[in-house]
């Protein structure tokens, strides 16, 4: 099963690796080098969570229809695919757009609409067959590698893309999300080659949950919903700053295309650091207070990050950064747990899709109001910094409000409040 994790690890490495130019490197240059509005960059960038309900019908599709004995290859090799096609054309029609923005937008709604759907569709895939390949007892140690993975290819890829691009030109950059692309679509092949044993077993239903269902569960349980909301503020104020962040350095301090995407690997250091202090803590110290301290941590390093941009400061801005990657690190591990504590026997997959569902609600509201926000108040002001340093200070009240939140989450009632089914629903269910 080790060589297995490393494969599914691998995967999961592929499709992070595209994420990194596009998420970083790439706002960064639409809006500072090519000026244009962190509005739409906001939004291109949020196709995929805007798919993102999509993976339950995707999930269902490839549960029931298997091509050649598969019944997740496929699925993501075409993911893989369409992540490293829309991550070789999207500089190019970074540049359409700045020349003809009509036909750049249009451009770029299919370019980062393929790589959405890419993301989409190779993400629901590889973990449903992580899930069934690791088996209930082996699932933790699994996605334990493939987090471990995919944070250091993040590090990696983001120091290799700054040295590519240095000195910037569009060339350099075109020419290094081609091969960024080619390797992350090379991996992910060696990842897939003999990881799925073929299989004829069709089930008769999927398991899947429906949107549908997932609202339900979540309207029916006070606890369930205080924890949809707080998982909806923290991971709006702690992701949403990626569209926003690599601008803020270069309008801020001046930073170079290379010294920003570098941003990146200083961020995920720490987030890998952290996340191994959270892991040696669990189980030493509460989840809720490992949680609220990543939380605050995060907190502070938004503050740190508004200071260094009044005080016009590059050191304490990384410092910033240095706390924002560490609280994010910790909060991440102890939410995940957290998590999976807030599901039911029989429920697992049910509220796991409702936690993910508002992971991914999170990713498009909080970009989405990063980038309108930024330009609602440049335009008001008419200073960019501060159009930033609002955001920022906006996603840090959002981190307070959610630490408050965490005060009223109770695992203990959250079970109690689970409604049991009644004789003539169990009949119904059974006949079913």
């Not at 429906?210 to 924890?227: L, P």
Request: hydrophobic fraction near 55%; charged fraction near 10%; proline fraction near 3%.
């Amino acid at each position: 099963m080790f060589i297995k994790r490393i494969q599914l690890g691998l995967v999961h490495v592929a499709v992070a690796m595209t994420l990194v130019p596009m998420n970083s490197t790439l706002n960064r240059v639409m809006i500072k080098e090519l000026a244009l509005s962190a509005t739409l960059v906001a939004a291109l960038a949020s196709l995929p969570y805007l798919f993102s309900p999509i993976q339950v019908a995707l999930g269902a599709y490839s549960d029931r229809h298997p091509l050649l004995g598969l019944r997740r290859t496929p699925y993501i090799f075409l993911g893989l695919l369409l992540c490293a096609l829309g991550l070789v054309v999207s500089p190019q029609v970074a540049f359409l757009m700045s020349s003809n923005l009509p036909l750049g937008i249009l451009a770029g709604v299919f370019a980062f609409g393929a790589w959405g759907m890419g993301y989409n569709l190779a993400s629901v895939s590889y973990l449903s067959l992580a899930s069934e390949l690791s088996g209930e007892e082996g699932r933790g140690k699994t996605i334990a590698v493939m987090w471990f993975m995919m944070i250091v290819s993040i590090i990696i890829t983001a120091i290799g893309l700054s040295r590519m691009v240095d000195p910037y030109t569009p060339q350099a950059l075109i020419r290094a999300f081609g091969i960024i692309a080619a390797i992350a679509f090379g991996l992910g092949l060696v990842g897939l080659a003999g990881l799925e044993p073929r299989s004829e077993h069709l089930s008769a239903e999927s398991q899947t949950p429906t949107v549908q269902e997932m609202t339900a569960a979540i309207a029916s349980n006070s606890t369930a919903r205080t924890f949809f909301v707080y998982l909806l503020l923290l991971l709006a104020a702690i992701l949403g700053q990626d569209v926003l962040l690599e601008p803020f350095g270069a309008e801020a301090f001046g930073l170079t295309v290379t010294q920003t995407t570098r941003i990146t690997s200083i961020w995920g250091t720490f987030v890998l650091v952290a996340i191994l202090i959270a892991g040696a803590l669990e189980g030493r110290v509460k989840k809720k207070t490992i949680a609220q301290v990543g939380n605050i941590g995060a907190l502070l390093g938004f503050l740190v990050i508004v200071w260094s941009g009044v005080a016009a400061d590059k050191n304490i801005f990384y410092s910033g950064v240095t706390l924002l990657g560490l609280g994010t690190g910790i909060s991440t591990v102890a939410n995940l747990s957290l998590m999976f504590d807030l599901t039911a026997p029989g429920m697992v997959g049910l509220y796991i899709g409702a936690w993910g569902f508002s992971n991914a609600l999170s990713r498009l509201a909080g970009s989405l109001l990063g980038g309108a926000l930024r330009d609602v108040v440049t335009q008001l002001s008419g200073s960019a910094l501060g159009g930033y340093l609002i955001v920022f200070a906006v996603e840090g009240f959002m981190l307070l409000a959610a630490a408050f939140m965490l005060n009223r989450i109770d695992a203990r009632k959250f079970h109690a409040e689970i409604k049991e089914p009644s004789l003539l629903e169990k009949a119904a269910l059974a006949a079913e």
